[in-house]
């Protein structure tokens, strides 16, 4: 098994790479206002970045499922590669039994479609239930620019295109060994996925963390793609401390591998590993 394969409990787990996504620095934010963000942005040393961009799948008792689906085709050739990474590890899209979704964002959600068709045709789509009716709230469409409702025509294609095979689920176990964990501010209802295992188990936290070396040493620095700003710092606090004191291995939607947290400073450490 190599690095970015694991076994927790009944599940095997395998990062499946969907490519690179590059963004300017000016997307940093800081809850503690401009000077903050400033100093964030000098940290970060270079005027653009890269952030991985991952989806996973996880074999186990009830036949192979995936967490999150990749961007598809949508989003240009530097992305879209989860699809051959799932062929590469024996899997066809008709076998998948189910899709779990962290939220609904393009990079997460848009590997779902094959245009007008279902890329998973046998799947059954799981959506955090929070994160399903906030994308679905014309009110809270049209209180958000066009930059951020991306999501709400991923709901509206989701319910069109996976009819009757949309399922709204909620915190707490989901599937025996899995639990889902409520981590809003990114999205209303964004989660992570805790695949339990003896004598370790993994997190899977979705956006709550993009830039692993400057996010976790201090969690008050986000991204413009977080919809409440001071939310998503206080549940990225809550899941890097959670993160360390139960000893989870941790990985998410941006993270490069599996890494390890520790508390450092006023903050954390995620060590590769
Ligand atoms: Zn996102």
Redesign the pocket.
Known sequence: MDRTSRRFGQFELRLLKDGIFEAFSKVLTHTAGAEARQAAIAALGRRAFSIDVNCFALRGPDGPMLIDAGTGTAWGEALGHARAALVAEGLSAGEIRRVLV??L?G??ALGLFDGDEPYFPQAEIWVPRADFAFFTDAQARASLPKARQGGFDIAERLLRLYDGHVRLIDPGEILPGIELHALPG??PG?CGYLIRGEPESAMLW??AVHLADLQAADPDIGLE?DLDRAIAAATRRNVLAQSAREGWLVSG?HIHGFGRVRSSGSGFEIAPT
Request: no cysteine; glycine share 16%; net charge negative.
């Open positions: 962290t939220h964002h990079d997460h990114h999205t964004h979705g956006d793609y939607g």
